[in-house]
């Protein structure tokens, strides 16, 4: 019985995903994706309480993914600042982005631009004042590792940092430029702001 109940969970949440990515989230019910699912309407809520928990479940890989991304570099597991000086840091940075994109392409394109009426709605905004508090974190953290380099940096500069990130992605998205052509895009992108962060922080 369990096997068949996540059956029954895993089919809601495949259809939820194809209604989210083609209608949004405020033009989507519950009704309409516990019908397409073969399932009640009032069983829908035996899985999720609500419309908003269901999508929160359906984008959850992408929001894991991109918190993972922000604790890597400048959370509890960042990493030391003179990795920026390295071929190595470079490559794994552009080879993070490709994966992110290549695996949550779908996802990515419904929180960023489908997700209106959700309490994800402002994720992108979140997550850049979030972002902007760690990175000031990690820079005093790094000042004290090294005191030569220099972590004078405004928190607009900071916030810019995360704000350029997403449009980015966005307008990767919004354009579907191909695998090849986006690696060498992310390259050059992470190149002229890997370079210029060193510039800044003097390293």
Sequence with gaps: MQVLKEDIRDRILAIARQQFAQNGYSKTSMREIAGLAGVGVGNIYNYFANKDELFREVVHPVLYALEAMLQEHHGIR?????MMRSEKYLKSCIDEYVSLINTHRGLMEILLFRAQGSSLEHFRENYTDRSTELVKAWFTSMQQKHP???TAVSDFIIHLHTVWMFTLFEELLMHSVPQQEMET??????LFEIQGWRAIIQI
């Design 78 to 82: 960042g990493e030391d600042i003179m």
């Design 148 to 150: 030569e380099i220099n």
């Design 185 to 190: 895009i992310l390259h050059d992108y992470i």
